[in-house]
């Protein structure tokens, strides 16, 4: 069975000048779990949305999306919370670590909504991610290599069956980008965790034995950026 | 549960200076409060429900208020002299235990100079129960002397102590302008324990020192007589500026009250004294409503504080909470965030308003103490203790609403894809 399944997903914008756009139209997608997906789709296109929506962060205007046999459309927002904090991963491209917290208690924040604080469990990652000489150093005080990897370590810390990532690459220069990548496969492979990452990086997606483009599965792409 | 006391505790962290300004002010507010109720009711029972050893005061024609508050509290002038025959005719009523004369019109330094007998030393309660104490080395004065005997705030303030001179100066208050030395010289022979009254502040000296004081005119006949060295002075010369007078029965107060204040036509009998002054604050208590309205609205100053010290943060926190709620804290958690943050500084600011409150509790009290020999007993319960920092925590509540109702309808994906 799928971990993830998505069938007739949809999502409608209102733009600034009033006229609504769908953005989002997928008639199927599925994910199986543990396995890792490289989503495809140039600027505009959605892909933030899908993620989004698949997150519960967004709510679809209709359709399906079922994580490990659980449907999300129709959950509460404090279920949807609580699903998005203990079963699901997101790594952003700009990272969004919080600013006036240190590397550790950026991850233990994470773990805090989810299944609670676990110190050990937050060090042992970063130190696994090369950081553990950078515990208690701030996000401005850690280089953009380093943020990206405190962000992989926070979307991994509650043991997610799934991990999102939002052209996790996208700030980081090749070196670092392929160091990132690596990182995160990896430590998704060691958690079982199913990895969907979505960018326009020909370089990143090839290096994906399962690659996707977007606009194949979103309708609403045919015609033109959403 | 740690969660959010890591977020709150970093954010007001964070925002050190306007959470600092904004438990200052909230301090500030708790403080006022309490002290405008604890200063009002202490003022209100020191001036009004302390246990007097007397039970009235008689003085001339006119305002019962004034008379208690020359008389009792050594404040204001005198609203004018009574014959000496009045005093005789009280001193031997059957109704009245004791009446001690006084007699004023002189200060030295700006402390009252009040002429009495020597009953003032041995039978006079000032207060229920006491007596003046004199120091070691004090005796009482000699009525037929130039003696005086000061009490201790006078003996602190202006260094005179037994064996001591000094120049009566003419009226009951200093006069910076003209000020009229007279020529006679007292000797003080007695100093006072402290009795925490506007005793303290008094010199008490023999009631023929003020009738003989140069430039002193007597007018008990209705004409101006000048008392001379070595000449006794006739009954019907003498005047009193009041009689305090202790009764044998509260009957007695009604039937002298009557007699005097409604038959009689020639003098005031201020009886029940805490009755006279509680009609001064009666008469005074919007003063007191002001007060009480004016720190109602500091505290709501302080409220407006602290929403406007949260609100000015929402906007740089609103990435905070998007994040926050990508990582799974539901809307409520943002929302309890702002409150409890709110609930904190109200809660550090009632905290410190304690001290506040102290701080200013000790000033009026000084104030008040200097100003009138009052002291006020300040460190008796008030409900206002209790129910300030708990309005003031409602009050923080209501505050923090605005801003945590923002923080909760934070879109998430919108503020995350703004990235700001």
Redesign the interface.
Known sequence: MALLHISNLRKDYVDPDGVARTVIDIPSFQLEAGRQVALAGRSGCGKTTFLNLISGIATPDQGSIQLDGRELVGLSDAERDRLRANEIGYVYQRFFLLEGYSALENVLLGMMFGPGPDRALARGLLERLGLGDRLNHRPHQLSIGQQQRVAVARALANRPKLVLADEPTGSLDVQNAEEALKLLRGLCEEEGAALLLVSHDAHLLATFDTRLDLADLNRASVGGPA | M??LR??VG??LR?HLLSTTITVLSVALATGLVMAVFAVSQQARMAFTGGPLGFDAVLGARGSQVQLVLNTVFHLETSPGNVPWRLYEELRDDKRVELALPYALGDNYEGYRIVGTSEEVFTRFEYSEGKRFELQPGSRAFDAGRREAVIGARVARETGLGVGSHLHPSHGVERNPIEDHVHEEEYVVCGVLEPTNSPNDRVIWIPLEGIWRMDGHRLRGTGEEYEPEDGVAIEDGHKELSAVVLKLKSPQAGFSLSNQINRVGKEATLAWPIGATMAQLFDKLGWMARILEVVAYLVVVVAAGSILASLYNTMNERR??F????????????VFGVILVEAQVIALLGCALGYLVFVAILLGAGGLVRDQTGVVLDLWVWHPAFLWTPIGMLAMGAVAGLLPALKAYATD??QT??Q?S
């Open positions: 740690s969660g890591l977020i970093r954010s964070r990435r905070e998007a994040i926050l709620r990508s990582l799974g804290a539901r809307r409520a958690t998430v994906a995350l894809s990235g």
